[in-house]
């Protein structure tokens, strides 16, 4: 399983680009190989506020439905659209396929999450 | 003609038809003289051009792609595909049966009311509960209701509000935490213990004043009997919540036990499993709900009524949860389901409980020692296995696909979730030991090839009409309709 | 033993023996004992075929249905002709002993069916996408409405106070133990009143519900509810009987959101109220929020054309209590019997009939009213239902009715306090002129007879 450095990640194997106070969210390699195909993705609305812990898209194969959560609040300032036609992209490229952008509304959540090495570690005791 | 491959929209060429109609014999006006242009479509229907023939035909052609319990052996757990009676479906067929209005004057109706009534009766009696209702439409319909006349209970008592949970056991079907959170309640799922039963341990820890109920199948989607029913019952009473029977698996107890006298409050049961109505490819089912004579009031309206020798519909009640579907329910599939019961008699729906258990424990001891079984116990009418000890990644889907060019319907695979690679076997009591002894010399064959000729397991089928499709493009580019 | 049951007493006991059990009753030695039934059920003894049939058909008997009486009753449940094909194909075994397809290799036929099913309800509603059918027709409305909250994250329905009281009821036993809220839109003249609606608007409204034909045979508006309703994130569920879509402006033409209705005038017989098979088709957007089974087209591993169940992650099976809706069956055989039927008509056919019910509810509506005896309750454009009033007691006109043989109206104050006298007649292809014309002497018998002529 691929795990990137540079990036947080969560123990619901999310992870978390972070650029200024931006930050990117997308579900791992581990996550997407453990859905298997990814059929449809369900997208929140841009401009919609969310904390840390919500659900904010539900991610679906043939035979399994996984909500995916916001490792940290913030407002939704983009959709990654082109995997609403596109799901399998996320099998693809888990890393490079993003799900949403979110402006951060508090920065100092990010201490909450793991780096690639705790994510490592986690992934090596928990999956 | 197995490879026929036309759907009827390819077959159809303008000009030809298949039905004939009386001349309008009325005298006619234009039709924008009766409806004002703006409400007529100007579009076609696009429905296909056929002759009688060619429709005879495609339907025929279609049903031989087919596999029901006229085919062969069904034993799909928890769905109880049991033989449905032909006569059932010669009564249900009569003119005075099938061919009546539902909001005919009640004199004129007096025989479907009475088949009602005495439906009701029988079910009560069968399930020791006070009154009953035939108008949920299904299995998951019956759940909705019987939770909403639990909803209706507590609301009375002025503690809906606060009595937000439903305890859930995990191996439970997916429709009962579907069923409590439509009706927007917390689901609180209860673990298994390892025998696979409810851990009462932690039902107790799960009780207090925010529990609603409690939803349970008994015998188990396991296929098992929950030996603590009773303190499982008392414990959730004792919290002040209902407790509710769903009846999936009624057909291993009838006459045996019964759900009204372990302390149930409200149960469903499933016509079109235990009472042995068709399952018609998807429906239509029939989901009649029971109740405690307390919880009698809220039950849908309108209720059948006898007065003397007259039977009426009772609208007035105004407790009730009100109306749940259209008119009186699935008539249709009442008349074939008291067909059943008068059929069997007493004597005949015991025996029923007694072949359908003593020929799921047949099969069980058969097939145990060469597939893995969990939980290695007196089952009821079903079983579960957990697919088969292998180094050539041979899945429970595998064996399922094999059983298929083997003859056989494959048995429910992938549940219940608490065990892994679940295969869950109900053979009913319709089926003869000769029937078994075939199934499991299948079964033992596929161990058998699973181990020396893998490839004709993961290929499988290779003799269907079609073969293993592709479900990830079907759902990634959904077409739904012919264009 | 029992015919259905196969095992003779020595197969039992041979079982048994090779299960090291002693008797029947040690098969349920997991049951405590103080729950096992002491004397068995109090049910009759079995009866014979014979005996039963002879039973039944003694029950049946004590029935009139509309063979035998003629039928001017609808309200929700119509009297039309079934071709004889429909009856013939929906009876085979393999259709109707079969399992819900979870097994696509051996359930091809009811998997197509379906499949074909699901484009007709399309072309007929003039919408994107429809699933595999519902339990009957105020289900499927119930289930729009909870779509129709879930997708717009909003609390209340507004339903029309013309819709049939039959649907309404099932919608407010779901929205109330739900926990929604439902809102009535008021009535003019017969239809629904547009400005009410109007002045309803707001922004937790999740659907409008709306019925055309509605309760009472008219047409509503539906463009401008449509109209009305564009651009607002209130859905618009349209409530439509599928035989008025031959002739009437489909759903999909004036922007309905969702539309649902109740099949049984697609080749489904009366059955005294069921089963029956509701529909509900939706736009591409709302495609993955609709409820129930749904068929879709793919291919299989030597690239043939196959069906298969799918977008099942949104089912209860996979998403449990995520799931928007608990329903895990459809009504198969009724949503078969209505696509053979469909066939069967054809193009033309549908045409057919939807006209000459229209033709023939005109001239018994003309007939009936024309010397003002009878007056017509409302005056708008109406399909094959009309009600109309007079000064006699409509339980008068029914009974006598019912002694010439005629099942007559559905009298409307059952659920219309106001509509005191008035009486909602149904008019089908299935209806002659000499028929019709029965009916319009009969009532003005009674009419005479109980010295009310000339209101």
Known sequence: MEIKKGLYYTEENEWVRVEGNKAYIGITDYAQDALGDIVYIELPDVGDTLKAGDAFSVVESVKAASDVFLPVSGTVIEINEELEDSPELINEDPYGSWIIAVDLLDVTELDELMDAEAYEEFSSQEN | MRDYNKLIFEISREGRKAYSLPKCDVDTLPVDELIPEKYLSSTPTNMPEVSEVDIVRHYTNLSSK????????????????????????????????????????????????????????????????????LQPAAGAHGELTGLMIMKAYHRERGEDTKRTKIIVPDSAHGTNPASASVLGYEVVEIESDKNGDVNVEKLKEAMGDDIAGMMLTNPSTLGLFEPNVNEICDIVHAAGGLMYYDGANANAILGVTRPGDMGFDIIHLNLHKTFSTPHGGGGPGSGPVGVSEELAKFLPTPTVEKHGDVYTLNYSKPSSIGKVKGFYGHFGVCVRAYAYILSMGAEGLENVSANAVINANYLMQALKGTYKLPIDRLCKH??????????????????AKRLIDYGYYPPTVYFPLTIHEAMMIEPTETESVETLDAFISAMLKIAEEAESTPELLKEAPHNTPVRRVDEVSAARNPIIKYT | MHRYIPNTEADLTCMLDRLGLSSIDELFRDIPRELLLENGLDLPEALSEQELISKMMGLSKKNSGVNELTCFLGAGAYDHFIPVVVGE?????????????????????????????????????????????????????????????DSTRRNTIAVSRTVNPEVRKVLDTYMDLCGFKIVEIGM??????????????NDDLAAVVVQSPNFFGIIEDMNAVGELLSGSKTLFISYVNPISLAVLKKPGEYGADIAVGEGQSLGNSLNFGGPYVGFLATTKKLMRKMPGRIVGQTTDVDG??????????????????????????????????????????????????????????????????????????????????????????????????????????????????????GLLLCVTEKRTKAEIDKLVDCMLETAAKEGRGMA
């Open chain 2, 382 to 399: 079903e079983f579960v296995l957990g697919g088969i000890e292998n180094d050539n990644g041979i899945t429970t889907l595998d064996i």
């Open chain 2, 66 to 133: 087919n596999y029901g319990v006229d085919t062969g052996f069904y034993p799909l757990g928890s769905c109880t595909m049991k033989y449905n009676p032909k006569i059932n479906e010669v009564v249900a067929s009569y003119d005075g049966f099938r061919n009546i209005h539902p909001l005919q004057p009640e004199e004129t109706v007096q025989g479907a009311l009475e088949v009602m009534y005495e439906l009701q009766k029988a079910l009560g009696e069968i399930t020791g509960m006070s009154e009953v209702s």
């Open chain 3, 188 to 201: 003019d003249n017969g239809a629904t009143d547009i400005s009410q609606l109007e002045e309803q608007l």
């Open chain 3, 304 to 421: 043939k054309r196959a069906f298969v169940l799918t977008l099942q992650a949104r089912e209860q099976h996979i998403r449990r209590s995520k799931a928007s809706s608990n329903i895990c069956s459809n009504q198969g055989l009724n949503a078969l019997a209505s696509a053979i039927y469909m066939a069967t008509m054809g193009e033309s056919g549908l045409k057919e009939v939807a006209t000459q019910c229209m033709q023939k509810a005109h001239y018994a509506q003309k007939k009936l009213t024309e010397n003002g005896v009878y007056k017509p309750l409302f005056d708008r454009p109406f399909f094959m239902e009309f009600a109309v009033t007079s000064a006699v007691d409509p339980s008068s006109v029914n009974r006598d009715l019912l002694e010439a043989g005629i099942l007559g109206g559905y009298q409307l104050s059952r659920e219309y306090d106001e509509y005191t006298n």
């Open chain 3, 89 to 149: 194909l929906v009876s085979r075994s393999e259709f109707y002993t079969s399992y819900t397809p979870y097994q696509p290799e051996i359930s091809q036929g009811t998997l197509q069916a379906i499949f074909e099913y699901q484009t007709m309800i399309c072309n007929l509603t003039g919408m994107d996408s429809t699933n595999a059918s519902m339990y009957d027709g105020p289900t499927a409305c119930a289930e729009a409405a909870r779509m129709a909250v």
